[in-house]
């Protein structure tokens, strides 16, 4: 019973920022409210007794995106108060994304349920035997490193290439429609 | 979730658009890790004293994701930094203007 009170707290405190990300314009304030939404998420994690995944969340997701936001905005001018845009058709998708959603979360098994399907196929296999195999007591570190180590490797990859792109972009001095832009600036002075 | 859609649709500023892709995929890490929960489980490190874990599979996949996910949106803010760079703005109906003014 604490656990679900517990959740459903945190859940309303993660509408609430979602909310005021949606209404504020400073672009700082809202770089901090997302690092504030992270950090919830994180405690979502430890209630759902997700450590590892809470403690990534906290150092990655809260830690690096926060400074690498606040790097870009710092380098970005003020947010300006413009009209929202498409404001109409995106209150239908959202409406229409979360009934579907609603009817999906309806056929799923109850929250913690023991029998539901997703429980009993490989992962029993793995909490029993991952101790025999590696002498890890903690079986997530097992999963991602040992059973599933390409997955893991496939990863490295992914991030090395995000690497190279953000690189790539910034160091980029040659774009075309820059020369455009700057003089036609100049014409209208 | 849809929290996170609507600010990337109705908001006019990039790095806000940045910002709701990145609660959008935090959310739906929050849905996966809500399946790995067993009642009356522990966390999925081996002791005598517990009889239930949760289920560690989907811990290790969002563990991936979350990594993946900060790089793309790092991907995203060092484009909306060459935007800026290139149209001196990042708010999106000013873009389009530009964009029809130099097609005249």
Redesign the interface.
């Known amino acids: 019973m604490n656990?679900l009170l517990i959740n459903f707290f945190l859940i309303s405190l993660l509408?609430v920022t979602?909310?005021f990300?949606?209404k504020t314009?400073s672009?700082i304030s809202?770089?901090a409210l997302?690092g504030a939404?992270?950090l919830l998420?994180s405690a979502?994690?430890v209630n759902?007794?997700?450590?590892?995944?809470a403690f990534?969340?906290a150092a990655?997701?809260s830690g690096?995106?926060t400074i690498?936001?606040v790097m870009?905005?710092a380098?970005?001018?003020e947010?300006?108060k413009?009209?929202?845009?498409?404001?109409f058709?995106?209150?239908i998708?959202?409406v229409a994304?979360?009934l579907i959603?609603i009817i999906i979360i309806a056929n799923?098994p109850l929250?913690?349920?023991?029998n539901?399907p997703?429980?009993l196929h490989?992962?029993p296999e793995?909490?029993k035997e991952?101790?025999d195999f590696f002498h890890i007591?903690?079986?997530?570190t097992n999963?991602?490193a040992s059973y599933?180590g390409f997955?893991?490797l496939g990863?490295t990859i992914?991030?090395f290439t995000?690497?190279l792109?953000?690189i790539a972009?910034?160091t980029?001095n040659t774009?075309n429609?820059?020369t455009?832009?700057k003089k036609?600036?100049k014409n209208e002075r | 979730m849809v929290g996170g859609l609507f600010i990337i649709i109705t908001s006019q500023n990039y790095l806000k658009k940045v910002v709701g892709l990145a609660i959008f995929q935090t959310a739906v890490f929050v849905f996966f890790v809500s399946l790995a929960k067993v009642l009356d489980g522990t966390a999925p490190i081996l002791t005598k004293m517990a009889n239930a874990y949760s289920n560690p599979l989907p811990h290790v996949l969002i563990l991936t994701a979350i990594v993946v996910g900060v790089a793309t949106s790092a991907l995203g803010l060092a484009l909306v930094l060459q935007i800026y760079k290139n149209y001196e703005t990042i708010e999106e109906k000013e873009i389009e203007s530009l964009e029809l003014k130099s097609d005249k």
């Open positions: 656990f509408l979602t909310f990300i949606f314009t672009l809202v770089v997302t939404f992270t998420c979502i994690y759902l007794d997700a450590v590892d995944v990534t969340e990655v997701g690096i995106s690498l936001m870009a905005a380098k970005l001018p947010g300006k413009n009209k929202l845009i498409n404001l058709p995106s209150i998708l959202a994304i979360s959603l799923l929250l913690g349920d023991p539901a997703i429980h490989v992962v793995y909490l991952s101790k007591p903690n079986v997530v999963i991602l599933r997955d893991t990863e992914v991030i995000a690497g792109g953000v972009l910034l980029s774009l429609r820059k455009n832009f036609n600036k």
